[in-house]
């Protein structure tokens, strides 16, 4: 964008030809000091930001969104090539190779999978590069969107703060997250186990998420990837029916709980009010006073249940009144 500065005075904007000569595109008139036509800057800024949206993926309604995300060179684009079976994303060591997402359609049992190899997501203090910035945002962008992120990891390196921010950054989204180990050909096989707990340990979130080791450019475990990213996709569509939520809500009911002042909580009901992620809704009569501890002890209750591992799940607190007891 080009715009030409200290056009201060009101009324007409002087001939802008000399600058439309720099072939940078239309000059955009305006003053830093009196604050003129920055509205418009404003509104051709927002314009431009429209079109790199464009650039993103296209996605399929039917199918399973895949978001392959991570940092450079975890491979990435090797494990869609894998799963292409041919060379569809430039493949290269040198990190920053990606620009676009690429994509791939896949059926895997009966699941359709529409997978998006995206650019790598960053540290906020690296994208200063225009180019890199807007491929780091389509990348986040694509983990909106997405219904479920694989998140690689580059097992013969170690993980990084990165990467446990970009995990972090997916369940903040409520996109469903699959974690896969990446390169596991170059690491000792027997070691797996070890390296899923450690990971656990260190990051207590991912209980509720697999973690797979993988190897994009053998095919090790690639096919159980597939088939746990399918199940987590499929899982994040299913509704509860409102009759067996409620009976779980009623197993609850029967437990005492109190504020710190000791009025009785109650949980009347809940619904399911939204799939993809799955969200409920949960009415009490004291729906601030709800403990966290409790809170998550019922959001570990629905997981286990409905066997939502790999999902985040929404849980709303909403106010009802409570059935008044009747004293005699
Ligand atoms: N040994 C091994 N190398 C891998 C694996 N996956 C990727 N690589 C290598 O890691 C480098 C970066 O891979 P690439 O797919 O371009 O990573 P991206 O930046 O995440 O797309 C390349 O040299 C790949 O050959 C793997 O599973 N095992
Ligand atoms: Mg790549």
């Given at each position: 964008m080009l715009a030409v500065n200290k056009v201060d005075e009101a009324g007409p904007v002087a001939p802008l030809d000399e600058f439309y000569r720099l072939g940078l595109g239309e000059p955009l008139p305006v003053s830093a000091v009196t604050g003129r036509r920055s509205g418009d800057l404003l509104d051709a800024l927002i314009a431009l930001f429209d079109e790199v949206e464009a650039y993103g993926p296209e996605w399929d309604e039917a199918a399973i969104r895949v978001a392959l995300v991570g940092r450079p060179n975890v491979g990435k684009s090797t494990l869609i090539n894998h799963l292409a079976g041919y060379q569809v994303s430039i493949v290269h060591d040198r990190p920053g190779t990606t620009r676009d997402p690429t994509q791939l359609r896949l059926t895997w049992q009966d699941s359709h999978l529409q997978f998006v190899d995206t650019a790598g997501l960053r540290r906020r203090s690296k994208v200063d590069d225009p180019v890199e910035f807007y491929s780091t945002r389509r990348a986040a962008n694509s983990i909106d969107q997405a219904d479920v992120a694989v998140v690689l990891i580059d097992g013969a390196e170690g993980w990084v703060m990165q990467d446990a921010r970009i995990m972090e950054q997916v369940i903040k989204s409520g996109c469903g997250l699959v974690v896969a180990i990446n390169k596991w050909d170059l690491v000792a096989e027997s070691t797996?186990?070890?390296?899923?707990?450690?990971?656990?340990?260190?990051?207590?979130?991912?209980?509720?998420?697999?973690?797979?080791?993988?190897?994009?450019?053998?095919?090790?475990?690639?096919?159980?990837?597939?088939?746990?990213?399918?199940?987590?996709?499929?899982?994040?569509?299913?509704?509860?029916?409102?009759?067996?939520?409620?009976?779980?809500?009623?197993?609850f009911s029967g437990e005492y709980l109190a504020t710190q002042e000791g009025r009785d909580i109650r949980l009347l009901y809940a619904t399911q009010h939204a799939i993809n992620p799955p969200a409920f809704t949960i009415f009490t009569n004291l729906p601030r006073s709800v403990p966290g501890n409790y809170r998550r002890h019922i959001e570990n209750r629905l997981r286990s249940e409905f066997d939502f591992e790999g999902t985040p799940l929404r849980i709303a607190w909403r106010h009802r009144k409570g059935y008044r007891e009747v004293r005699s």
């Open positions: 797996a186990d070890e390296y899923r707990h450690e990971l656990r340990d260190r990051y207590p979130f991912l209980r509720n998420y697999p973690v797979l080791c993988i190897s994009g450019l053998t095919g090790r475990r690639v096919h159980k990837c597939l088939e746990v990213v399918a199940a987590v996709g499929n899982k994040r569509r299913t509704r509860i029916p409102t009759a067996r939520l409620n009976k779980i809500i009623q197993q």
